[in-house]
């Protein structure tokens, strides 16, 4: 069964400044019953794909001379199967880990409280702040620690400590908090030309330079979206902080990767050196992080006219919340979903899929995609801006109907899995999601071992490969 664009994918495209007769083109099908949620997840996880899709179809035809757009079409099956992408990863027959043990929900004095505790430094700062030995019992000390608090004064002492943790909130109780009010506030995302910058003279997709700059699904989501669509991708790290080798693999795919300490001089020029031929910033810390490396939208926007700079943040730049970190989980309870979802015996419950990351991640790469569009016609230096909490905003704020649908076969993800051998093992994984007639079907490359590869662009010279700087 083929149906047309949805609701939720107007509202996007929209948001996204495209033109509105183009979204009438999009096709769908695949299977019922996929990301089965109280809320609408299967919708907006289908908007997201198809705007993506769209924008890059779009930018396809720009850079070919004009013409019809190739047709979009997008498969609920492969959307589902691409939003638990972590899920569906095997390495050498391994089920790839996603949260540990510290990271769930706990009964506080007053109701539930969220933690985030899957790196080690935040592990480590969330039994500080409870004063809880790291050792044998661990999880059994953090539940009776915690029973004893109500949840907000455990949010703010964890907070304090520098760890993440979050109040299980009603979705009243969290459009009354004042980070609630002012994602309410806020559109689904922003693209905002900033300043000046030349008419960009685009050969086609392949010729974008990314900088990702960006951790944990939602970033890395876009960074491998635009890598298959044949940007070159090269994803910076700090050496010191620690990564999960497994969300790295999942994210990795068409993408390189590379270590640089910007607080290093001969590290810092290097950076600057890929920054000077560098088309777009992919920026997924916490807000103002690496501002005072000089890279805010502003301080870019005057050393490189003609950028295209993406912040993404958990929680939006602005309001009480505008400094803290986040992620997918923490967002959902905080903001009401958790307990929309709960079980029947009241429990906080899930989205069937991390579906704030990996939709916020398809919205990034189409945002990217249109600036870059714009940029042929009308040049600019462009910034967009995400937050999770605006996501999920969108999710539950009511515009995100279901429309059914979908054909007589039942859901299983094997249908859009593929295996490949790589540097990390043999990998099964989910294909992307994003398709239109002429573009790619699989990424190019299978991902590396995390911060191995050179610091340079890949094109340019013989190889394939370029001094940090030189195109």
Sequence with gaps: MIRRATDATD??????????????????????????AALPVRELARATVAV?????????????????????????????????SERQLRVDGRASSSFAALSRFWRSADGWVRTHANYPHHRARLLAALHVLDASGVEARVAAALAELPSERAEEEIFAAGGLAVAVRTPREWADHPQGAAAARRPLLSVERIAGGPVRALSG??????LDLTRVIAGPVAGRTLALLGADVLRVDPPRLPESEDAH???????????????RAADRATFEALLADADVVLSGYRPGALDRYGLSPQALAERRPGLVTVQLSAWGAYGPWGGRRGFDSLVQAA????????GPDGRPGVLPAQALDHGTGYLLAAAVLRAVTEQ????????????LAQTAAWLTGGTVTRDGGGDTRAYAAGEWLSERDSPLGRLRYALPPVAFDGGPRDWARPPGRWGTDAPRWSWGLPGGSSAAGGR
């Design 205 to 210: 997709i392949e010729a974008l330079r990314v």
């Design 11 to 36: 509202q996007a495209w929209a948001a996204l400044g495209g033109d509105p007769a183009l979204t009438a083109g999009i096709a769908y099908e695949g299977p019922a019953g996929t990301l089965p």
């Design 376 to 387: 042929r016609t009308a040049g600019g230096t462009h910034v967009a801006r995400l937050a």
């Design 52 to 84: 993506c899709a769209l924008a890059a179809a779009e930018l396809r035809t720009a850079c070919d001379g004009g013409g019809p757009l190739p047709a979009v079409r997008v498969d609920d099956g492969a959307v589902a199967t691409a939003f638990t």
């Design 335 to 342: 903001c009401g979903i958790a307990v929309t979802e709960a």
């Design 249 to 263: 693999t999942d994210t990795g795919f068409g993408k390189r990767s590379t270590t640089l300490d910007l607080a």
